[in-house]
């Protein structure tokens, strides 16, 4: 993790996290979008990202996703990895984080959010923990706390979540659990 502010004050921010918000395209994934013959978009997601993403949900921080694109291949994902919180077709993401805010679950500077273009910057400026991606535009790499070492598509997501147990006091206790299953 490259750290873009105090690195003490980015792990502070990390132990308030109660929720991560995910971008789709060029962070869950690589962010090239693959066009079959009969004009599907597939998608290709990492193993690794599922399963950090898994971990993080068994210690109670819940996971959503925030996509400007409405894909059946998003929705399996989400389905897969049980995450209820899937906001697709959704070009607006401030107000989709006002949303998620109104009910009284989360406040901002309890969640994280990565993102890696400009329709993510205005959650960016406004969560707790704002992350990125090196394959990101660079308006959202300047405005990001924390950078991945990883690019979207290839593990960023799991480095988040490492990121997220470390700081919460929690990943060893998941390795634990993944060496006893």
């Given at each position: 993790?490259?750290f873009?502010?105090?690195e003490?004050?980015?792990?502070q921010?990390?132990?308030n996290?109660?929720?991560?918000l995910?971008?789709?395209?060029?962070v869950?994934t690589?962010?090239?979008?693959?066009?079959?013959?009969?004009?599907?978009v597939?998608?290709?997601?990492?193993?690794?990202?599922g399963?950090g993403?898994?971990?993080l949900?068994?210690?109670?921080?819940e996971?959503?996703?925030?996509?400007?694109?409405?894909?059946?291949?998003?929705?399996?994902?989400?389905?897969?990895?049980?995450?209820?919180?899937?906001?697709k077709?959704?070009?607006?993401?401030?107000a989709?984080?006002?949303?998620?805010?109104s009910?009284?679950?989360?406040s901002n500077d309890?969640?994280?959010?990565?993102?890696?273009?400009l329709?993510?910057?205005a959650v960016?400026?406004?969560v707790g923990?704002a992350?990125?991606v090196p394959n990101?535009?660079?308006?959202?790499?300047?405005?990001?706390?924390?950078?991945t070492?990883?690019?979207?598509?290839?593990?960023?997501?799991?480095?988040i979540?490492?990121?997220?147990?470390?700081a919460?006091?929690?990943?060893?206790q998941?390795?634990?659990?993944a060496?006893?299953s």
């Amino acid at each position: 993790m490259i750290f873009q502010i105090d690195e003490q004050t980015a792990k502070q921010k990390a132990r308030n996290v109660r929720m991560l918000l995910l971008d789709v395209d060029g962070v869950l994934t690589d962010g090239k979008l693959y066009v079959g013959s009969s004009g599907e978009v597939l998608k290709v997601f990492n193993s690794l990202d599922g399963h950090g993403i898994k971990m993080l949900k068994r210690t109670g921080i819940e996971v959503g996703i925030i996509s400007g694109r409405d894909s059946p291949a998003l929705s399996w994902r989400a389905a897969e990895l049980g995450i209820q919180l899937l906001y697709k077709g959704r070009e607006d993401k401030l107000a989709v984080l006002e949303e998620i805010t109104s009910n009284g679950t989360c406040s901002n500077d309890q969640i994280a959010y990565a993102g890696d273009d400009l329709p993510d910057l205005a959650v960016m400026t406004r969560v707790g923990l704002a992350i990125s991606v090196p394959n990101g535009h660079q308006e959202a790499r300047q405005r990001a706390d924390l950078l991945t070492e990883t690019v979207g598509g290839n593990g960023a997501v799991r480095e988040i979540c490492d990121f997220l147990l470390q700081a919460q006091g929690n990943y060893q206790q998941s390795i634990e659990q993944a060496v006893d299953s």
